[in-house]
């Protein structure tokens, strides 16, 4: 057994207080439009959301991470790209959370230095920064963290969908395995993406996200 | 070379020497990373001098905005400046003569806007990108403003043709005082056909730093990619079922929630999918981005027009813009 398979476990564990369950990041702006409203709908959404913002912006953040580029660097990058408020939001709230949890349980000098920035306002604390640092610390080769980032990422919003739309559990466990592809192409597409391509956004994705902040009656918090 | 804008039709052969390519600023992937990571496949453009290079240098005198520095080469330039409206901010119209933008084609414009001085700045039509076999056009841009200093930048729409591949880089600075205002339409583009989507890249890239007494930070960076061989573009996700998009990017110390819960109320009126946040804020200033999509280059150019008529009253007590073409 690798030495990191069990931390990771409890990493990617969506029972993990990070507070995913608040967050829709745009979809629930699709359910109040009635765009996504069964399982087949929101997993159009779902693969949009894995291969456009979950590949541009976190996958290609986290790879640059283990690349060596300055964690400072990328949270700047992160709280400029994320134009949607919410979503920003959602990010450094998940982050911080992350960032405490892994104080606790995974210390390192590498979390230490990042919470420290953080906690000097010089870093905002970006949800898949703050893993991609910790993975890395615990030695988690690159393929493995970003790939259990990215499938942590898509069962608490599978979960949350279930809740909202609402979905059966067995129509979450099927989302969940048919997303198992568009993980796997979203890990091996980040290996080829260049610093150009960080943070490019799909305009319908960003729109909801926007349009979320004017929603009357919402669930969640992006 | 430092004429008046009285003397803005200057032959381009004029002798003086090409402005330096704009530093298009530290990456920190540069090197071997950038190697291992091709951005799309295609041939560098930038190998090439550039076809068309502008830099316009705007500076306050004696309450008028005037053009204190400007250079032309190639396939760009200005027509003479006029002045709107009696608020002394000068417009000038960028013209590309040869009308359309080819493979390999690199266009360098450079523009500053001096502390206190007012510069409008639109296209004399549509920014055409014919096909660009094996490589792609670029434009890289520069702009940097002073205290105080006003940009309203108000190109024509975007048309990429069949197998066109085009980047647009523009890189701003402002200073917390600056007052920034960019709205941009691109249209599906137009194949022989009449199929949309069919070119193969495009890229608009604008990466917006604030300068403050502390250094430069970066304020928000508005990356747009869209590659219709790599996927469906069209639908949900992406763009939602319709054909047009336009941005409108703000940058200004007077940007807050309020200004925002207004733009929003007034996209309502338009046929048009819209949406808008504040950035974050750097040094007292904040940036705003609205995107809409629409099914046409008509009712995105009223919506985005709307929202800048509402600054340009309520911030600078200017009419709405009503550009007639030169």
């Known amino acids: ?9 409890q990493l990617t564990d969506s029972a993990l207080p990070t507070g995913a369950f608040a967050h829709s990041l745009g979809f629930e702006t699709y359910i109040d439009r009635g765009l996504v409203h069964d399982e087949a709908s929101f997993g159009t959404w779902l693969a949009a959301f894995v ?34 408020r ?27 230095a990042y919470r420290t920035l953080v906690t000097t306002g010089r870093a905002a604390g970006h949800q898949p920064l703050a893993f991609a640092v910790v993975a890395r610390s615990l030695g988690v080769p690159f393929e493995e963290a970003l790939a259990g980032y990215l499938f942590a990422a898509v069962t608490s919003l599978t979960q949350n969908a279930v809740r909202a739309i609402p979905l059966g559990q067995n129509s979450g ?20 993406l260049g610093w150009d391509d960080f943070g490019a956004v799909s305009p319908g994705l960003e729109i909801s996200q926007m349009r979320h902040e004017w929603q009357r009656a919402r669930m969640f918090m992006s | 070379m430092s004429t008046t804008a009285t003397a803005a039709e200057l032959s381009p052969a004029d002798g003086s020497p090409p402005a330096a390519p704009p530093d298009l600023g530290p990456c ?19 190998s090439n001098s550039p076809r068309g290079e502008l830099s316009l240098r705007v500076a306050l005198r004696a309450g008028r905005s005037v053009a204190v520095q400007q250079f032309h080469q ?11 409206d009696g608020s002394g901010q000068v417009c000038y119209v960028m013209v590309n003569p040869g009308g359309a933008y080819l493979g390999a084609d690199l266009y360098v414009v450079d523009v500053e806007v001096e502390d206190g001085a007012s510069l409008l700045l639109t296209t004399q039509s549509a920014t055409k990108i014919y096909r ?47 007052s920034l205002v960019m709205a941009e339409v691109i249209t599906p583009g137009w194949s022989p056909d009449g199929a949309s989507f069919k070119y193969r890249e495009l890229r608009l890239r604008n990466e917006i730093q604030v300068e403050g007494d502390d250094g430069a930070a970066l304020l928000a960076l508005d990356n747009l990619l869209i590659r219709p061989p790599l996927g469906d573009v069209t639908g949900l996700g992406f763009m939602e079922g319709y054909s047009h998009l336009g941005s409108l990017v703000v940058v200004d110390p007077r940007v807050d929630q309020a200004l925002a819960d207004q733009l929003h109320r007034l996209t309502a009126g338009y046929d048009a999918y819209s949406g808008l946040s504040l950035s974050r804020s750097i040094a007292g200033t904040t940036g705003l981005v609205l995107r809409s999509l629409s099914n046409s280059t008509e009712e995105l150019n009223r919506l985005l027009g709307a929202c800048t008529g509402l600054l340009r ?14």
């Open chain 2, 313 to 326: 009253e309520s911030w600078y007590g200017r009419a709405p813009l009503n550009l007639r073409k030169y």
């Open chain 1, 51 to 84: 291969g456009q913002q979950l590949t541009y912006s976190d996958g290609l953040g986290f790879r640059f991470l283990y690349e060596g580029v300055s964690v400072g660097e990328l949270d700047a990058h992160l709280s400029a790209q994320l134009l949607p």
């Open chain 1, 173 to 192: 466990q099927r989302l969940l395995r048919e997303a198992h592809d568009d993980v796997a192409a979203a890990v091996e597409h980040v290996r080829h």
């Open chain 2, 74 to 84: 190639g396939a760009l330039r200005v027509l003479r400046p006029h002045y709107l």
């Open chain 2, 132 to 178: 660009t076999p094996e490589s792609f056009a670029e434009q890289r841009m520069t702009i940097r403003l002073g205290e105080g200093a006003e940009l309203e930048l108000a190109p024509d729409q975007l048309i990429a043709y069949r197998e066109a591949s085009y980047r647009q880089n523009t890189r701003i600075t402002v200073r917390p005082t600056s």
């Open chain 2, 28 to 46: 920190p992937l540069r090197g071997a990373r950038h190697a291992a990571a091709p951005k799309s496949g295609f041939a560098a453009s930038s």
């Open chain 1, 86 to 112: 919410q979503l920003r939001e959602a990010s450094t709230k998940m982050g911080g959370r992350l960032i405490e949890i892994g104080t606790e349980v995974f210390r390192s000098a590498e979390l230490e």
């Open chain 1, 1 to 9: 057994m690798a030495s990191y398979q069990l931390a990771l476990q």
